[in-house]
């Protein structure tokens, strides 16, 4: 036999038994908050055309998809990313809807990156979106439901930072950086790679007290208060703007008692460049990457011919069970299984016994004894599949 047959492509992996069960009974907590939150289950294709993740809509890379040809030869892709999709559908079932609208939802999503850092190629995620909404209340929804999410998977230790993208492009906008250099220094502000981004303004000839302006946004980072010393660095309205939509956030979910989780940070920009007000991120020790990212994007569903504001956010379900296993919380499977063993005269009663505890709810496996094996054996099993032994 060939052994290679056995293994899986880099960035995928096998799920089963206990793993894969407390990752289903995760995810069916997550979806029950999200629908006590009134949010309406939501199905898109795994795959769509390419355009719906086009540069024009801004979502990842295109050299980072994964793309496939139909008969007919239109270039497909797996889906990278959700909102995207759901923008799509929204526009074209609920174009004359003005009324909120709100949507949740799960399942995989496809990046063909090469630079993985240990991340999957394939993943699980599972999240919200809340369209025709532009309030402040919607962004506080957001984020106080994302944040009972990760308390009712059992997290304990862990903080959701918020910025606004629209502090940053305000920014440039008064210092005359144009929008192609703007999207160059993203990356590197986000990543508070100070070096980078003052390389890529001095081989673009920017002044030197545009650069100092500009790197400025890699220190403002904390609490509340030092996010709002930075209107003081800025006249541009759009800026001072955001800073004030955050303070009047702030406000909201302190008043939710939410405080304790929250950071901000300017300087948090997204990949995704759909997005255009408030961005958020949550993050717990265990990983190296955020366990769940959202933001507002008011101008994506436009893409599909409806004018509506939106926002929404993802939880990739295989890095928060990662988290929890790490910071050893991990999440039950779910009732425990019986192992119901009986003799070959026992049968009857076998069955009659375990009919009785599947009504109750238990999930229940008959086995005959084999004569050739010992009792040690038969616990061997079931203590390796979770089960608890009975016999008959």
Request: aromatic content about 12%; some cysteine.
């Amino acid at each position: 036999m060939n052994n290679k047959l056995l293994h899986t492509p880099e960035g995928v992996r096998d799920l089963y038994g206990q793993e894969y069960a407390a990752k289903v009974r995760l995810q069916e907590e997550l979806l029950h908050r999200f629908h006590l939150y009134g949010y309406e289950d939501i199905q898109t294709p795994t795959f769509e055309f390419f355009d719906i993740f086009s540069s024009n809509i801004g979502t990842i890379p295109s050299n980072e998809l994964f793309k496939f040809f139909d008969k007919e030869g239109n270039t497909l892709v797996l889906r990278p990313d959700f909102t995207p999709s759901i923008a799509r559908c929204v526009a074209k079932y609920y174009m004359d809807e003005t009324m909120p609208v709100r949507f949740c939802y799960q399942g995989n999503t496809f990046m063909n990156g090469s630079d993985l850092q240990g991340r999957l190629k394939e993943s699980t995620q599972i999240g919200v979106e809340l369209i025709n909404e532009d309030r402040v209340e919607a962004d506080a929804e957001m984020i106080a439901l994302m944040i009972e999410s990760l308390k009712c998977a059992g997290l304990k230790e862990f903080q959701v930072t918020i910025g606004n993208v629209e502090y940053f492009k305000g920014l440039c906008e008064e210092c005359g950086i144009d929008p192609e250099l703007e999207l160059e220094l993203r990356d590197s502000i986000s990543n508070k790679n100070y070096f980078l981004a003052e390389t890529t303004m001095q081989a673009n000839n920017i002044p030197d007290e545009v650069q100092d302006k500009i790197l400025k946004v890699t220190e403002m980072f904390g609490s509340i208060d030092k996010i709002l010393n930075a209107a003081k660095l800025v006249k541009n309205e759009r800026s001072i703007n955001a800073i004030n939509r955050l303070k009047a956030l702030h406000d909201i979910l302190s008043k939710l008692q939410m405080d304790r989780y929250l950071t901000y940070d300017i300087g948090m920009l997204s990949k995704y460049h759909y997005y255009t007000g408030v961005i958020f991120k949550a993050y717990s020790y265990g990983t190296g990457d955020a366990i769940g990212k959202g933001g507002r994007y008011d101008n994506l569903l436009s893409e599909f011919g409806k004018e509506a504001p939106a926002i929404g956010f993802a939880i990739v379900l295989d890095d928060l069970y990662l988290t929890l296993r790490r910071q050893g919380l991990d999440f039950e499977a779910g009732k425990e299984a019986l192992l119901l063993l009986y003799e070959k005269d026992q049968e009857s009663e076998a069955y009659q016994k375990a009919e009785k505890y599947r009504k109750d709810g238990i999930r229940t496996i008959l086995m005959q004894k084999d004569a050739i094996k010992t009792r040690a054996s038969y616990e061997q099993y079931a203590q390796s599949f979770g089960y608890k032994l009975e016999e008959v």
